[in-house]
């Protein structure tokens, strides 16, 4: 399976999202930060492609990691996040390792 390539622009805007999420640590709820990665993209791609890392995360990590990733991924999602994109992303880490 090839990579989902993500081109220079898009590549540093999922960068500020996963420094972004990184930062927000443990919550029930990171609703409030979703202005903040509007603001950052809104492109679906790009929300996707980070969607797809947690994804992969969840698949592959313990009980406690899958639960404290579900807020980010609920964020990812009512930002706009491509599924598909996101499925392709989780799929190719799943191969990939």
């Given amino acids: 399976?090839?990579?989902?390539?993500?081109?220079?622009?898009?590549?540093?805007?999922?960068?500020?999202?996963?420094?972004?999420?990184?930062?927000?640590?443990?919550?029930d709820d990171h609703s409030?930060?979703?202005?903040?990665v509007?603001?950052?993209?809104?492109?679906?791609l790009v929300l996707g492609d980070v969607l797809g890392d947690y994804l992969h995360r969840v698949v592959t990590g313990g009980q406690a990691e899958t639960l404290s990733y579900w807020p980010v991924l609920e964020l990812l999602r009512a930002a706009g996040a491509d599924e598909e994109r996101a499925a392709a992303k989780a799929q190719w880490l799943r191969t990939a390792t």
């Fill in 1 to 27: 399976m090839q990579k989902p390539e993500l081109d220079e622009q898009q590549s540093a805007e999922a960068a500020r999202i996963r420094t972004m999420l990184e930062e927000l640590g443990p919550a």
């Fill in 38 to 44: 509007r603001a950052v993209t809104r492109d679906g």
């Fill in 32 to 36: 409030d930060s979703l202005p903040a």
